[in-house]
């Protein structure tokens, strides 16, 4: 069904390109590379997400669970993001920037007291965390260009690792995931 709207929206997309004058680069190129373009803009800004993400949980967490979360999403994204960055480079797209949807995020919890910090925090990884993994999923089941195809299905293990990890760590702190990770179930 997604590969049906993404096809869907691809079509539609060539079709008002034509109408509306020069299509963009995006749309120029096969439907294939689109498809793994957008993995790795989507991929990228997730992990510039979860870095700065983990930098704020290091600096406004109450717990020590929370802290000591942050800090490993800060080490195991920089690493991530460098790698990401790398194929890209390699793959001939864009170096990854954080998209609009993903500041907003960033800024929510930038303005967000401490004490609300915790709770907020973990239901926000385990829901990104959540959509991180089916898309590094649909990648290394379905992606066109090989390197980046491998580098989902290499990377896969560690992200349902975080999710796992970042589930335990909500029970910790008496955090309810439950609805956002079914609502992100439903929404894929």
Known sequence: MAVKFLVSAAVAGLLLSGTMGAA??????PLAVVTDSSFMETAGSIGLLQLRLGKLAKEKGSSSAVQEFG????????????????????AAFPTPVMLRKHQQVVDRFLRMSRSSFDKAYIAEVVKTTTEETELFRQESEGGRVQSLKQLATRMLPELQQHLSVATQTAGSIGADVTASSSETKQGT
Not at 24 to 29: D, F, I, T
Not at 75 to 89: G, I, R
């Open 71 to 90: 800090q490993r999403m800060v080490t195991d994204y920089s690493k991530a993001n460098e790698e990401l960055a790398a194929a890209a480079k390699q």
């Open 24 to 29: 963009p680069v995006a749309a120029q190129q």
